[in-house]
């Protein structure tokens, strides 16, 4: 092949292709060159395994990529003894590369039960992922060249750098989160701004609760934020609203908006398309179990449209982690289906506030601006203190270490993150006295 030529692209990919340019030319132009050459492969070796389901006996079924025996997979009684309550096929079998069906299915409604201005809206059935750090992988393979723009805070999860710089050569666009201690929103907005004037298309990535301050917006400033971004689609820019969601529904205040920039942005407008990353990770305190979701709104978006979505989308899980967990699937449609995780919810995240709230109470106490300054916080699992100006971060992370064994998160020379979400209420106060006490003995002058 001469080294200018292009390689040919599959003919499904080319079809979802004029799909979507048919059904919202501003998501065909939003999909990265990677996204555009994407797809599920509908009619090899998956497609023929499911015909296979229909139409062959179960005893001359010899398609799928598993051993099987009279009953069924064939497995180890030794492992399948830790399972209670799923059958082997529940456990061991491979799951569809979209996810679970009913999973799928029963996470849309709960999407629509904790953001009630889902209903009535229009939006695809979510696809399962491999956790939430998987499924901002994915949307960054569909939606991301090598070299475009991403507006994300300068407070911000480290693996982003990994995911969007390092492997995939993304440049970032840092705004300043925080201004003079208060959310920089004018600062998102300007970064919004020039993106749009530099490129006609805007994609940024909005990750409320933050990781690692902890910090959502107030009422107005969501509403800000989603006008703002409403008015630059208006202008006739492309907008891609990746929403990173992980901590969602960890709310601790009253002047939150309790619900998802996504229950906003699905109808927002033709040309912004909203992309819900969020899971069972953080929100059903499942971090082990590695499901995650994808969800797509776009104003007027339909079946084909999303159905378009799902199947580029699926090709990318296909081509990296072929599917998500079974066992844990299945957990997990379970106990959507009985509903009993609502008061063990409701239970964790009290438990969760009242750390929160004595996180807030303890730094009632002045005497700590002598060594830092805590940043706003107001929900999730983090907050975030800022070092005076001759501590380092990483000195007294180590400091906490070797003369406390109390453990923290340097993210930034004079930043240490807390996570107050696996501190006991009780320890709570002995942690910042420690690094009080560590910054007046060792720091200050």
């Known amino acids: 092949m001469s080294p200018t030529k292009k390689p040919m692209m599959n003919p499904l990919a080319e079809e979802l292709n004029e799909t979507i340019l048919k059904k919202s030319p501003p998501v065909l132009e939003l999909l990265s060159l990677r996204g555009k050459r994407m797809f599920f492969p509908s009619k090899g070796i998956i497609a023929q ?14 398609t799928a990529g598993i051993a099987t025996g009279e009953d069924g997979p064939l497995v180890f009684p030794a492992m399948k003894k830790y399972f209670n309550h799923l059958k082997p096929q529940e456990i061991f079998n491979y799951s569809p590369s ?20 889902l209903k009535d809206k229009n939006f695809s059935l979510p696809i399962v992922s491999g956790g939430l750090t998987n499924s901002l ?4 393979d569909l939606f991301l060249n090598p070299s475009d723009e991403v507006i994300v805070p300068d407070q911000l999860w480290g693996n982003y750098r990994l995911m969007l710089d390092s492997l995939r050569g993304v440049k970032i666009k840092y705004y300043p989160f925080f201004r003079e201690f208060k959310f920089n929103l004018a600062g998102l907005k300007n970064s919004l701004k020039e993106s749009a004037s530099d490129y006609g298309w805007v994609k940024v990535i909005l990750n409320f609760p933050n990781n690692p301050t902890g910090y959502s917006p107030d009422k107005l400033e969501q509403e800000e934020i989603i006008a703002s971004l409403k008015e630059i689609a208006s202008l006739g820019n492309k907008v891609l609203v990746i929403l990173d969601e992980a901590y969602h529904t960890m709310f601790y205040e009253d002047n939150l908006m309790q619900e998802s920039f996504f229950s906003h942005l699905v109808d927002a407008h033709e040309n912004l398309l909203a992309v819900k990353i969020c899971g ?44 998500a967990s079974t066992s844990a699937q299945n957990v ?37 601006e002598e060594v830092f300054t805590p940043y706003p916080f107001n929900s999730g699992y983090f907050m975030l203190i800022k070092l005076n100006p001759n501590i380092e971060a990483e000195s007294m992370r180590k400091a906490l270490l070797d003369h406390a064994q109390i453990g923290t998160i340097a993210t930034g020379k004079h930043d240490l993150r807390i996570a107050f979400s696996c501190l006991l209420k009780e320890n709570i106060s002995k942690v910042f006295e420690k690094i009080y006490e560590i910054g007046k003995k060792h720091y200050t002058i």
């Open 49 to 62: 395994a499911e015909e296979a389901k229909k139409k062959a006996s179960p005893s001359f079924n010899a």
């Open 98 to 117: 979209y996810g679970n069906l009913e999973l799928r299915k029963l996470w849309k409604e709960r999407l629509s039960s904790v953001n009630p201005g």
């Open 137 to 140: 992988s994915t949307v960054a």
């Open 280 to 323: 069972a990770t953080k929100e059903f305190f499942a971090w082990g179990f590695r499901v995650g979701f994808i969800t797509y709104g776009i104003k007027d978006g339909d079946l084909d449209l999303y159905d378009a979505l799902e199947k580029k989308t699926g090709g990318v899980l296909r081509a990296n982690i072929s599917n």
């Open 332 to 368: 997990l449609v379970k106990i959507l289906q009985d509903k009993s995780y609502l008061e063990d919810f409701e239970k964790n995240f009290s438990t969760l506030k009242a750390r929160y709230q004595e996180v807030k109470r303890v730094l009632e106490n002045k005497k700590y």
